[in-house]
């Protein structure tokens, strides 16, 4: 199931990745992070599309052992660099977010900002491709231990999309899926075609609940605005915070 248009994408993107306006609020959202997890020191986290290190890195620094997993070599150089600016461990390592396998399960896992869930091959059922992700999830957690999310909201997409969208092959109003030909910044290459998938929450709800997690939360999720409040029509992201029962 391995989404070789995204990890081509994410290769020329990774040197100026962080230069999106998204990218910018990392301190408050470890912050979040911490508080909602009970990240204390020690404490061992999974980054599933961990992207250039970022959230990785900054728990680091906070004490937590913490093992970055991203389809992208360039995004993962990125995050090399970070750790080692910031003077940190960060077990970083190549993989799908779809067939990964880790030797020890983890207190908490985190899947941000569109990391992978969501993100389709041409070739990737979308329901299929982040059941696959949670079914990893899940083995990759203690019982007990507890998961969060962001993931793009199906509510904006349907206010954002018209007929004409849905005709032209834009949007798929059947699988949620939003096509468009990106050529990532910095790149002389050609765009590239890329799906990404949006998610209503009573369907959050279903695929959780379907490997087997509990959904605790459902939030507004849009980056630089996260915290304990409800879904917004409008806004980009939906923050989903589950546990793996005892």
Known sequence: MSATEWADFFDHHAPVYDENCFTKNTLPEVDFLVEELALVPGRTVLDVGCGTGRHA????RRGCRVTGIDLSRGMLEQARRRAESAGVVVDLRQGDATQFFVEQ????VICLCEG???LLGCGDDPIEQPLAILRRVVAALKPGGRCLFTVLSACAMIRR???ADAANGVFDPHT???VS???PLGS???PITLRERGFVPTELRLLFSTVGLEVEHLWGGTAGNWGRRPLELDEMEIMVVARRPI
Do not use: N, Q, W, Y
């Not at 890195?57 to 680091?60: R, T, Y």
């Not at 399960?105 to 908490?108: K, L, R």
């Open 161 to 163: 999309h018209t007929p």
């Open 57 to 60: 890195v900054e728990l680091a």
């Open 188 to 190: 002389s290459t050609g």
């Open 116 to 118: 992978a869930f969501g």
């Open 181 to 183: 030909d990106c050529r």
């Open 176 to 178: 949620m899926t939003e």
């Open 105 to 108: 399960p983890f207190d908490a």
